[in-house]
């Protein structure tokens, strides 16, 4: 059973950072590309940053996140992560760890964790 658990949300002041984890069961992280999502309220998924399945680590990320977002992997701990910095209000959202191959968007079909919160203000 693919099994996807996210942590490490909190509140934080704009311009704070903060790391989120997404401890994976049931299936390697290396199997499936990877991605991270979120959802503000009343708003639709918004995809934010994949890494491909296999050794190579390659990522993606949205535009509203390139450059202050960053996704990477620990294959020993079968978990991913995403580092956020430089958080403004509105990054505000559950994040969500998801497995799946589709590129640079996220499928409401593809597994995804429960989530975790993230509120950005001061």
């Known amino acids: 059973e693919v099994n996807l658990m996210e942590s490490g949300g909190g509140l934080v002041q704009p311009g704070g950072s903060l790391k989120l984890s997404c401890a994976a069961s049931?299936?390697?992280?290396?199997?499936?590309?990877m991605k991270w999502v979120r959802q503000a309220p009343g708003k639709e998924f918004e995809w934010l940053a994949s890494i491909d399945g296999g050794f190579d680590d390659n990522t993606y990320y949205a535009n509203s996140v390139q450059g202050r977002f960053t996704i990477s992997r620990d294959a020993t701990k079968n978990t991913i992560y995403l580092q956020l910095n430089n958080l403004k209000s509105e990054d505000t959202a559950m994040y969500y760890c998801?497995?799946?191959?589709?590129?640079?968007?996220?499928?409401?079909?593809?597994?995804r964790g429960q989530g975790t919160q993230v509120t950005v203000s001061s």
């Open positions: 998801a497995s799946g191959g589709a590129f640079r968007k996220y499928e409401r079909s593809e597994p």
């Open positions: 049931g299936f390697s992280v290396l199997t499936y590309a």
